[in-house]
């Protein structure tokens, strides 16, 4: 089993940023790939990024490509997605997500790929 802790949520004006931190425990030695993924109220849960633990292979949604950016740090298994030109459409609850077995092709954006799941952090852009 693998644990997620999600942090760094909150408020922000459209054009601001924000910093989101995944922590994980328990299992994390086979590590394969972390993500998020994102929610906005009466819509289904989508990707927004990946990547894998080794080499540091990095995937995006086309909705937040060049303003988005994940990564990092194995030694505090922890993965953070930095957020800037933020826009409302951004708003909605962040999840992190993490999987211990290989994604192939495109599955990185199906959330059936990812085995744990954070509790979620909300992002709220104002306009």
């Known amino acids: 089993q693998v644990q997620l802790v999600e942090s760094g949520g909150g408020l922000v004006q459209a054009g601001g940023s924000l910093r989101l931190s995944c922590a994980a425990s328990g299992r994390t030695s086979s590590s394969y790939a972390r993500g998020w993924f994102r929610q906005a109220p009466g819509k289904e849960r989508e990707f927004v990024a990946a990547v894998r633990w080794s080499g540091g292979y990095t995937y995006y949604a086309d909705s937040v490509k060049g303003r988005f950016t994940i990564d990092r740090d194995n030694a505090k298994n922890t993965v953070y997605l930095q957020m800037n030109s933020l826009k409302p459409e951004d708003t909605a609850v962040y999840y992190c997500?993490?999987?211990?077995?290989?994604?192939?092709?495109?599955?990185?954006?199906?959330?059936?790929?990812?085995?744990?799941w954070g509790q979620g952090t909300q992002v709220t852009v104002s306009s």
């Open positions: 997500a993490a999987v211990n077995r290989p994604v192939y092709g495109n599955n990185w954006y199906r959330v059936s790929s990812y085995e744990y």
